[in-house]
């Protein structure tokens, strides 16, 4: 134990008596060495933090230390931030339970951050009454050895069976940019992947955002185009032109006789515009829409059809239901004499 406590003193001692390197005055082979050497002692270190914070939460030193809590330790101690103490404590908690597993830490077949996903899916194991045996901990340990942190994710994900959450968030920041948090399916993932390959010399820098980007303005294009060769079309056509009124009007022809595709850019000057002349701002899910419902007599003609977005559309058609619905309340009595 002396010689332990010794050597504690000696390491403190040259943390504190440490000066840094001259990089760039380093040979490139006594830099290359010198780097490996940093790494090993690096890796040596995250587990030795680790066993360090285990022993000192089961013996509850903090409260000694006059801190109420390891997190608190932590942070205000050592100043990590709030995250990094949280992910240093649920690895501390998975070397506690697979000391086995230390070794591998320090070889480097397994990394803090793996620890880390593996304290959290057994946290939330636990919270749900659900215990790990040793046998599935050692099985789970030799897939992720060696694996990246995408394929470790896939490992727990089928291991613990978590399933993804539907979950998407858009959050603004201060610098005139957005974060966006999206779940896709892993299919979806490898789908949107080879996109970005394909658009790799047009989006360098691997910028997955900028590569949405880049393909909605591609689609938008392509969108636009249509309609506005449909527009070309259209003004070379003298039936087509609109009469001089306040409303918009539109040629005396069947819906039918447009193609498929152009069914849905149909009035694309008054799209969305609603029964009081206002219009939505959405442009979501745009719909075709009778002006005058086939059921009261309205035609298929284009004169009575416009876009509305989805919203406006199923709200418009509330008052209908509703009205029908009370027919049919009313009705029912006389139906059965």
């Given at each position: 134990?002396?010689?332990?406590?010794?050597?504690?003193?000696?390491?403190?001692?040259?943390?504190?008596?440490?000066?840094?390197?001259?990089f760039?005055?380093?040979?490139?082979?006594?830099?290359?060495?010198?780097?490996?050497?940093?790494?090993?002692?690096?890796?040596?270190?995250?587990?030795?933090?680790?066993?360090?914070?285990?022993?000192?939460?089961?013996?509850?030193?903090?409260?000694?230390?006059?801190?109420?809590s390891?997190?608190?330790?932590?942070?205000?101690?050592?100043?990590?931030?709030?995250?990094?103490?949280?992910?240093?404590?649920?690895?501390?908690?998975?070397?506690?339970?697979?000391?086995?597993?230390?070794?591998?830490?320090?070889?480097?077949?397994?990394?803090?951050?793996?620890?880390?996903?593996?304290?959290?899916?057994?946290?939330?194991?636990?919270?749900?009454g659900r215990?790990?045996?040793?046998?599935?901990?050692?099985?789970?340990?030799?897939?992720?050895?060696?694996?990246?942190?995408?394929?470790?994710?896939?490992?727990?994900?089928?291991?613990?069976?978590f399933?993804?959450?539907?979950?998407?968030?858009?959050?603004?920041?201060?610098?005139?940019?957005?974060?966006?948090?999206?779940?896709?399916?892993?299919?979806?993932?490898e789908?949107?992947?080879?996109?970005q390959?394909?658009i790799?010399?047009?989006?360098?820098?691997?910028?997955?955002?900028?590569?949405?980007?880049?393909?909605?303005?591609a689609?938008?294009?392509?969108?636009d185009?249509?309609?506005?060769?449909?527009d070309?079309?259209?003004?070379?056509?003298?039936?087509?032109?609109?009469?001089?009124?306040?409303?918009?009007?539109?040629?005396?022809?069947?819906?039918?006789?447009?193609?498929?595709?152009?069914?849905?850019?149909?009035?694309?000057?008054?799209?969305?515009?609603?029964?009081t002349?206002?219009?939505?701002?959405?442009?979501?899910?745009?719909?075709?829409?009778?002006?005058?419902?086939?059921?009261?007599?309205?035609?298929?003609?284009?004169?009575?059809?416009?876009?509305?977005?989805?919203?406006?559309?199923?709200?418009?058609?509330?008052?209908?239901?509703?009205?029908?619905?009370?027919?049919?309340?009313?009705?029912?009595?006389?139906?059965?004499?």
């Amino acid at each position: 134990m002396k010689q332990i406590e010794t050597t504690i003193e000696s390491k403190v001692a040259e943390v504190r008596n440490f000066e840094p390197l001259n990089f760039s005055a380093l040979s490139s082979e006594l830099l290359i060495q010198g780097f490996d050497l940093a790494v090993l002692n690096d890796k040596k270190a995250t587990h030795i933090v680790l066993q360090y914070i285990h022993e000192i939460t089961d013996r509850n030193l903090h409260f000694e230390s006059g801190y109420e809590s390891v997190y608190k330790l932590l942070t205000k101690r050592h100043k990590y931030s709030s995250n990094q103490a949280y992910d240093r404590i649920d690895a501390a908690r998975v070397l506690k339970n697979n000391p086995e597993v230390i070794d591998k830490v320090q070889e480097g077949s397994l990394n803090l951050t793996q620890l880390i996903k593996v304290g959290q899916c057994i946290k939330q194991e636990l919270k749900a009454g659900r215990e790990i045996s040793a046998e599935k901990s050692e099985s789970i340990f030799a897939q992720i050895e060696n694996k990246t942190i995408f394929e470790t994710e896939k490992v727990l994900a089928v291991e613990m069976d978590f399933k993804p959450r539907v979950f998407q968030k858009i959050t603004p920041q201060k610098n005139d940019t957005v974060t966006a948090l999206l779940v896709f399916t892993t299919e979806d993932c490898e789908l949107i992947l080879r996109a970005q390959k394909a658009i790799s010399h047009s989006v360098p820098n691997n910028d997955l955002g900028k590569a949405f980007a880049f393909l909605a303005k591609a689609q938008l294009q392509k969108v636009d185009g249509k309609a506005k060769a449909t527009d070309r079309r259209s003004a070379k056509n003298p039936d087509s032109r609109s009469n001089s009124s306040s409303t918009q009007s539109f040629p005396d022809s069947r819906l039918e006789s447009l193609p498929r595709r152009k069914r849905r850019y149909i009035s694309i000057k008054i799209r969305r515009q609603l029964e009081t002349g206002s219009k939505s701002i959405s442009n979501f899910c745009l719909q075709v829409d009778h002006i005058t419902p086939l059921a009261c007599g309205g035609s298929d003609q284009i004169r009575n059809l416009r876009v509305l977005c989805g919203f406006h559309n199923r709200e418009r058609l509330k008052p209908r239901i509703k009205a029908v619905a009370r027919d049919i309340i009313r009705d029912v009595p006389s139906y059965f004499g």
